[in-house]
């Protein structure tokens, strides 16, 4: 450590440099989340180490890497089995999954129904496409119970009269 990084000013720049070389590594989980991306060519990103990478990723973002691109993966599998008439198993290839077992268990996981199930319950809504997105963004982390969410958490199917 410099004498720089002792004094609170050095330090907060230390961690604004840290955080901008996460979000790098984030933006290209967010860039590339079809490809196969692992932990070393990210912490690279990042200019740490794998396990440092992991530690300050959760604590600034909330999640893991891990999590966070299976979060961004199922994000984008949902925009396409609400948008496509793509088979589930070409949409979980889409997005970079492997397996279609995987994809349908971290899927189920996420959303809370399987992506067949999904696209089923899924109609085109005629509301402006912010408030369709918000409505459809999986939740981060924990699981709330329906009774403990808001309006704007709910999907919208779940809000027609």
């Known amino acids: 450590?410099?004498?720089?990084?002792?004094?609170?000013r050095g330090r907060?720049?230390?961690?604004e440099r840290s955080n901008r070389w996460l979000l790098r590594a984030r933006d290209a989980m967010d860039r590339d989340y079809a490809e196969p991306l692992d932990i070393p060519a990210l912490a690279r990103l990042a200019h740490v180490s794998e396990?440092?990478?992991?530690?300050?990723f959760q604590a600034t973002f909330g999640e893991t890497p891990h999590?966070?691109?299976?979060?961004?993966?199922?994000?984008?599998a949902m925009a396409l089995l609400r948008t496509s008439d793509r088979?589930?198993?070409?949409?979980s290839l889409a997005v970079g999954f492997n397996s279609l077992g995987t994809f349908s268990r971290t899927f189920h996981a996420i959303v809370g129904e399987s992506p067949s199930a999904y696209r089923r319950g899924r109609?085109?809504?005629?509301?402006?496409s912010c408030f369709a997105m918000s409505w459809n963004r999986p939740a981060t982390g924990l699981r709330i119970p329906d009774r403990q969410r808001s309006v704007s958490?709910?999907?919208?199917s779940a809000l027609k009269p």
Not at 123 to 128: A, I, L, N, T
Not at 153 to 156: E, G, L, N, Q
Request: glycine share 4%; hydrophobic share 30%.
């Open 12 to 15: 907060g720049q230390a961690t």
């Open 123 to 128: 109609v085109p809504q005629p509301v402006p």
């Open 153 to 156: 958490d709910k999907p919208a």
């Open 1 to 8: 450590m410099t004498s720089d990084e002792a004094s609170p």
């Open 87 to 91: 088979s589930v198993t070409e949409v």
């Open 51 to 56: 396990g440092y990478f992991i530690r300050s």
């Open 67 to 76: 999590r966070y691109l299976q979060r961004r993966r199922v994000e984008r």
